[in-house]
């Protein structure tokens, strides 16, 4: 069984910055892609960004221009670098990957923006 792991979570000012990382437990194939999802009180969960495979990135307009995905295969290792927080920024993000059979998630990490 996959188990993946958010760190990297945390409390952090408007326009703050904040990495979150996601690390597989052991190695998966067939990656189609990765990507992280976030879920705020009362909301439903909502795509972030992803990164296929290829190196193709998404991103949700939200968060276009101040959120980077990137991976690291030898380490099993998906990030998200979040520059230029905001207040609605404040969720639960979710770390997935899904291949050719499977769709895995984790547990979330918490990221809250406040002053």
């Known amino acids: 069984q996959v188990q993946l792991v958010e760190s990297g979570g945390g409390l952090v000012q408007p326009g703050g910055s904040l990495r979150l990382s996601c690390a597989a437990s052991r190695v998966i194939f067939s990656i189609v892609s990765r990507g992280w999802y976030r879920q705020a009180p009362g909301k439903q969960r909502e795509l972030v960004a992803t990164i296929t495979s290829g190196g193709v990135t998404n991103y949700a307009d939200s968060v276009k221009g101040r959120f980077t995905i990137s991976r690291d295969n030898a380490k099993n290792t998906v990030y998200l670098q979040m520059n230029s927080l905001k207040l609605e920024d404040t969720a639960v993000y979710i770390c997935?990957?899904?291949?050719?059979?499977?769709?895995?998630w984790g547990q979330g990490t918490q990221v809250t923006v406040s002053s």
């Open positions: 997935n990957i899904q291949t050719r059979a499977s769709n895995y």
